[in-house]
């Protein structure tokens, strides 16, 4: 089945630590998203790519990393300057106007 | 960058009630989606608009473009309690190559 892939759909991690967030899509699409989103609130753009090899920040990057080695892919890396790291964690991808979204990743730092 | 204000944040209605909510924009947008959030879940694309003026629907949801390019409003008839969820509009910005996300709808459908 196509879709996007998001893993794991929930992630536990210590304060301080670095942590990846996995995207995998097979929908053949250019264009990938992560997106942030805390309780009640909408969602807030991390980092997008467009093509490999290239990426953009969004509103919200300090604090977090990203890669496009292959289309397929485009995981997040949450690092230890993020000061609020847990929220729940929605990657995309897009050909022409729309967006489709993974399940998502909650991520709860203790 | 682009904002795109939601009304309203949220909503408690009666089963079997109609449910209607928009987006507004400050700036034109070219194209609207509107999305539906389950708990726990990614947004899964209810409907797209292309064109200023247009009205499309998706069984009980129906969605317009408004004429000004500036807003677009959904509509859901006969309401269900499957319909509870987040529901976003958004838009392309940033020369197309981002897309902005309305706050969102909160609809509580009650039995």
């Known amino acids: 089945d196509g879709g996007i892939t998001q893993s794991p759909k929930y992630l536990f991690r210590k304060e301080g630590q670095n942590v990846t967030l996995s995207c995998e899509q097979n929908?053949?699409?250019?264009?990938m998203y992560w997106y942030r989103q805390d309780p009640g609130q909408g969602l807030r753009l991390i980092y997008y790519?467009?093509?490999?090899?290239?990426?953009q920040k969004g509103d919200i990057a300090e604090g977090y990393s990203v890669s496009r080695e292959k289309k397929e892919s485009f995981p997040l890396t949450v690092t230890s300057a993020q000061k609020n790291p847990t929220a729940f964690y929605l990657c995309a991808s897009r050909f022409s106007t729309e967006a489709f979204f993974g399940q998502g990743t909650r991520l709860t730092v203790v | 960058g682009q904002q795109l204000n939601q009304s309203p944040q949220s909503m408690f209605i009666q089963e079997g009630e109609d449910v209607s909510m928009n987006c507004t924009s400050s700036s034109i947008f070219n194209t609207w989606l509107w999305y539906k959030q389950d708990p726990g879940e990614g947004p899964v694309l209810l409907i797209a608009l292309y064109k200023a003026g247009e009205l499309t629907s998706n069984g009980r949801l129906t969605a317009q473009f408004g004429i000004t390019r500036k807003d677009s409003f959904l509509n859901i008839s006969a309401s269900i309690p499957s319909d509870v969820g987040i529901y976003f509009c958004a838009g392309p910005s940033g020369s197309a190559r981002q897309l902005t996300f309305g706050s969102g709808t909160q609809l509580t459908v009650l039995p």
């Open positions: 790519s467009q093509i490999v090899n290239d990426f």
């Open positions: 929908l053949n699409h250019d264009a």
